[in-house]
Each structure stands twice: as structure tokens, then as C-alpha cells.
């Protein structure tokens, strides 16, 4: 490829999910005409993803040139090495703080040590902010105010039965004449005597058909069936230190039960530390330009409507946001763009697609015709979206940048679950305490010194290590032998007569696991609409069977073969790269600037 080395301006467009199948149909039907014209005038490929398919794994690919097994990203979910333990494998705590997931260095890092500025919005795993040339702000992985992935709150004067499967915070609250009063629970508070929750108290008047809150010292009201704005929300969690967020409210109900939920509290946007941008003002800048945001990595609040603690009219207004937001944030960033890099990743088109998947796929257990009448116009509405945004990008640097689009997977439904763990249990490479171990997560009640294998995360399967595990049984010289049955058995696995498992990739033909303690040593990747089930990913053996069908309103998914669910690469210059992967962005992206 020859270019001129005065040309120094990239952009790089991601969309979480955008699948090529589904895109080439829209684009056949004449409504995505922003990206027939780059497929026209460029490249257009489906772009073969990661091993696991799943968004940590794949952005950071793109954005290292590296693969797995050298990057050290997964899953969404590892272990403690030597433990058993589920942890976050986007989210990582060390002694002093928040620590990056992965060590290798981005494409604007090294763009960066040659002296080229980028700006890099909302990209996954970028938490903590680290410096750079130019300006960043997080994305997948930033915490919620209380330090986790984000956790709701419902409040409510009903009783919510399987309360403890529910995936937020659940209050219980009572009236008194018009009023209801409750408590936002935030981080935890440091004192001399002891450590405990901040709370802030929430007093609610309720009105015919809408609410007045009283928080934290301002009054704002919420009709039923809307959203608030956002709220800003400030909790004291030391001597002369405070805790600074943001949230959002949704009334479903008054009468005949009050139901109110509340988002996660995000940091708030101001913030210095954590870092959620950098410089450190940069966040806030961003918010004096286009007002408060969102800061959560994980936004769109998939598990409040999972739940069914709000609805899809609900969680779609909350979507809106959160793109528009995005959005926002991008063309502020684009009016300023004059040098080196700029990206940014888009994930709502991923959240849509996990919960509205049963709608356009007839043969999904939780498919209904008035439903799809009703909502089959939602997943591609969003790909729309994204071509407005190419649109406005090749409207204005058309010629005088090189423009990516790219999408981490694509995706397909998900129908059936698998319980891993039973499937482990019942072939003999798992075993239970006598009368323990079924439907508890964690591991609990296991047998680990009669344990040979274990599945946890989404794709990850662990072997049971001597000297690695700390139980462990499984000597080194076995690893080979043991590692071979287990594929050949998985891949044998048939559900109603169909296979259910394509492929077992060894982690030592990802790059290795030298070093990596952490990493799985086997990836169980699935045929399209299979996937591992919850319980499973998070260390439970059901004792129900090994399959069951997908109930949930999660309903598609990404967690299959890779050459099953690629994603999309487009360019707006031809011939950069043929039959493209994941790792061959980066490396585009450095020989175009004319590093080395």
C-alpha cells in the first residue's frame, strides 16, 4: 500500500456486534446506504474474529495486534490462580487500586511513543486511564461507584419472590399516606470504628401519575412510565472525602404497587480518581460540552430487563440515551480531529442484539408473533444508526483519512443452554461431595480431589493442576492425554440429535499460557444456538440434565465458534487486507502512520 506520509489521520469506527450476514441483508434492502457506499468505494469483509468470541477477548485483539495468549484475555471470567474462585477478568483490583486487564501495548500507544496523538472514546478495557498522547476515555470495564461491573437498584412494595436470583440491589419499601422513603446504598465508607455501606436517604411523593423525589438536597420529578434525567448524587466515605456519582430513575408504577428502579450509580463525570479519562479533566470537559453521561462500561442495564424488573419500552428509552450519548461524544471529538487517531466503540448495538435476538428468530423458544409484530423493527433500527454515523464520517473525511469500521463478532441466537458442569459431572471428569454440590454456584460441595476438570466463564474450560490448583490433581505428564479425551468427548456431545460442540481449541495454540496462571487450557467454542449456561459460568452444577432451552430474554449470543459469528471490516481504501482478523487491525492501522 502506498500512501503519502503527509497523511496522518485515521479513524477507526467500532460496533459491537454489527453481524455481516445481517448486514449484507439491510444493505440488499437499500437501507444502509452509507455502507454501500464504502463497500463500493472500498473494502468490505467479514472480519474473523477471536478465540472465544466474546467482546473483551476481540476489542482488545484489535487494539494489541496480539492474540490471546499474549495479550492474557479470555473471558469475561477467570479464577484466582491456584483458586477456584469466579473473578472479573475485565475488572482487576491490585493492592493499590484498579489495575489494566492486559500489559500489551494498543495501537495508540505505540502511535503515541512515536510522537502521533489519538483520541480514544469508550474502547473496552481501558480502565484505569493510562497517559497517552492525546486524550481517552474508558470504556467496557469501568466500575460503577461501588466498584463493580454495575448493580442496580429496584425499589418496590411488592414481594419479589426469587429475590436472591435477581441481579441487583432489591428494597423493599413501605408507604405512609403519600409517601414512600427508601436508602441508596453506595460505596463503602472508611471510619475509625468500622467499615460500612454510605447511604444517602430518598424520600418519594407520590402523586396521581408521577413521582417527587427529594435527594441528596434537590427535588425533581419522574412520570410514570419515564425516565429522570441525570441525577448527580454525592456520599461521604472518609473524613473530608466524598464519593461523587450519577443515576437515573425509571417509574414503572404507582398504584396498584410503587415500583421504581435506579440505575447503577456511574462515576460521576467530573471524577479525578478512579481514572476514568486522561487527562484526568477529561471526562469532565466532555460533559461541559455535551452534559452528563454515562460512564458504566456496561451502560445498557441488560440484567434489569433480563430480570424483568423494567420492560422493553424501558430499557429501549434507556438505550436511546446511552447512544445519543455516544454519539455526542464522538462528533464532539470529531469537530476537533486535525491529527493521528481517533476511535471509538459504539456497544449498544451489541445490548440490543443479545435481548431482542428471539424477535427476529422464529425458532427461539421465547419467540411469540404480536412480540415480533412489536419489536422485529428494533435490532435493525440500530444498524441504521451506524450507518447515519459512516455517513457524517465519509461526508467529512472521506478523502482525507483512512476510515475503519469494524465489529468485534457478529452474532447468532441463543436457543439452548448447556450445563457444562453437569455434562462434566456425568462423563466422570467432575465429582460432588456425597449429598452437596447441586444447584449452589461457586464450586461448592465439589470434590476437587476427585476432580480432573471444571468450566467456568462462558468458554473457559480449567484442568485441575497439581502445583497449580490448589487442590489439584492432574500431573503434568497427564495434561496432553487428559486434554485430548476432553475434546474428542465435547465434540461428541449431541442435543436433539444435532452437535453441539465444533470445536476445543487448546490456550497453547492461542499464543501460550507461559506466565498466565489465570488462563484457561481448553475454549469449548459451540454450534450456533448453543452456549454454556449461566448456572456453569459461574461454577454451579444444576443436577437438572445438561441441556435446557433459553428462557431468558438474553437471546442471542456471540459465545460460539468464531466461524460462526464474524464481524464486519470495511475501509475506505482498496486492497489492505484480505480474508482480515482481529489482529491484523493494529498492525494496519501502525503501517499506515509509517510505524515501524
Not at 472518609?238 to 435506579?262: H, V
Not at 409484530?373 to 459512516?390: F, H, L
Not at 457478529?410 to 449429598?435: I, K, Q, T
Request: with cysteine; proline share 6%.
Amino acid at each position: 500500500m502506498k500512501t503519502s506520509k503527509k497523511r496522518r489521520l485515521v479513524i477507526v469506527l467500532g460496533f459491537d456486534g454489527l453481524d455481516p450476514a445481517l448486514l449484507e441483508q439491510l444493505m440488499g434492502e437499500g437501507k444502509l446506504p452509507n455502507f454501500s457506499r464504502l463497500s463500493s468505494n472500498g473494502i468490505f469483509s467479514p472480519l474473523q474474529t477471536s478465540v472465544p468470541p466474546q467482546s473483551p477477548v476481540a476489542w482488545t485483539t484489535i487494539a494489541t495486534g496480539r492474540q490471546p495468549g499474549v495479550h492474557g484475555v479470555f473471558d469475561f471470567l477467570t479464577r484466582d490462580a491456584g483458586e477456584y474462585l469466579p473473578k472479573s477478568n475485565i475488572l482487576k483490583q491490585g493492592k493499590l487500586g484498579y489495575i489494566r486487564t492486559f500489559h500489551t501495548k494498543t495501537f495508540w500507544e505505540v502511535a503515541s511513543e512515536n510522537g502521533i496523538p489519538a483520541t480514544i472514546l469508550k474502547w473496552p478495557l481501558t480502565f484505569p486511564a493510562t497517559p497517552l498522547k492525546g486524550s481517552l476515555l474508558t470504556g467496557l470495564g469501568t466500575p460503577d461507584i461501588r466498584g463493580t461491573l454495575g448493580i442496580y437498584s429496584f425499589f418496590t412494595t411488592r414481594d419479589i419472590s426469587d429475590q436472591g436470583r435477581k441481579k441487583g440491589m432489591i428494597h423493599r419499601v413501605s408507604q405512609t399516606g403519600d409517601t414512600v422513603k427508601a436508602t441508596i446504598v453506595g460505596p463503602l465508607k472508611f471510619s475509625f470504628r468500622a467499615t460500612k455501606e454510605a447511604t444517602i436517604p430518598l424520600e418519594i411523593r407520590l402523586g396521581d401519575d408521577h413521582i417527587v423525589c427529594c435527594l441528596d438536597g434537590q427535588t425533581f420529578t419522574v412520570p410514570v412510565g419515564s425516565w429522570s434525567p441525570w441525577i448527580p448524587v454525592t456520599f461521604k466515605v472518609g473524613l473530608m472525602q466524598t464519593a461523587k456519582g450519577l443515576c437515573r430513575f425509571f417509574l414503572e408504577s404507582i398504584k396498584p404497587d410503587f415500583n421504581l428502579y435506579m440505575t447503577p450509580i456511574n462515576i460521576g463525570n467530573t471524577v479525578k480518581s478512579p481514572p476514568i479519562s486522561y487527562p484526568p479533566g477529561y471526562a469532565g470537559r466532555l460533559a461541559q460540552e455535551i452534559g452528563p453521561f454515562s460512564t458504566l462500561g456496561l451502560a445498557e442495564d441488560a440484567n434489569a430487563l433480563d430480570d424483568e424488573i423494567i420492560g422493553e419500552e424501558a430499557f429501549l428509552a434507556g438505550c436511546n440515551t446511552i447512544m445519543q450519548e455516544r454519539e455526542s461524544l464522538f462528533f464532539s471529538a470529531l469537530e476537533n480531529f486535525t491529527e493521528g487517531i481517533l476511535a471509538c466503540v459504539f456497544d449498544t448495538t451489541d445490548r440490543i442484539q443479545h435481548m431482542f435476538w428471539r424477535y427476529i428468530d422464529a425458532s427461539h423458544p421465547l419467540h411469540d408473533i404480536s412480540g415480533a409484530a412489536k419489536y422485529d423493527w428494533v435490532i435493525p433500527s440500530y444498524y441504521e444508526r451506524a450507518d447515519a454515523i459512516v455517513g457524517q464520517v465519509l461526508d467529512r473525511f472521506g478523502k482525507d483519512a483512512l476510515i475503519l469500521v469494524c465489529s468485534d463478532h457478529g452474532f447468532a441466537s441463543y436457543r439452548r443452554s448447556v450445563h457444562l458442569n453437569d455434562w462434566l459431572v456425568e462423563n466422570g471428569f467432575m465429582n460432588l461431595e456425597p449429598g452437596r454440590g447441586v444447584g449452589v454456584p461457586l464450586f461448592d460441595g465439589v470434590d476437587w480431589p476427585a476432580t480432573r476438570a471444571y468450566a467456568l466463564g462462558l468458554n473457559s474450560l480449567f484442568l485441575n493442576v497439581k502445583n497449580r490448583e490448589t487442590k489439584g490433581v492432574v500431573a503434568r505428564e497427564q495434561i496432553g492425554v487428559l486434554k485430548q479425551t476432553l475434546k474428542s468427548e465435547l465434540k461428541a456431545m449431541h442435543d436433539l440429535g444435532e452437535p453441539v460442540v465444533r470445536e476445543v481449541y487448546d490456550v497453547e495454540d492461542l499464543g501460550g499460557r507461559e506466565g498466565k496462571r489465570e488462563a484457561p487450557d481448553l475454549i469449548v467454542c459451540y454450534e450456533p444456538g448453543y452456549r454454556t449456561s449461566w448456572q456453569s459460568a459461574l461454577g454451579e452444577v444444576t443436577g437438572e440434565g445438561i441441556f435446557a432451552d433459553n428462557m431468558r430474554k438474553w437471546s442471542g449470543d456471540h459465545c460460539c465458534d468464531p466461524a460462526a459469528v464474524p464481524g464486519i471490516f470495511f475501509a475506505n481504501e482498496k486492497h489492505l487486507l484480505e480474508k482480515p482478523h482481529v489482529k491484523d487491525v493494529s498492525p494496519l492501522i501502525l503501517n499506515y502512520l509509517h510505524i515501524g
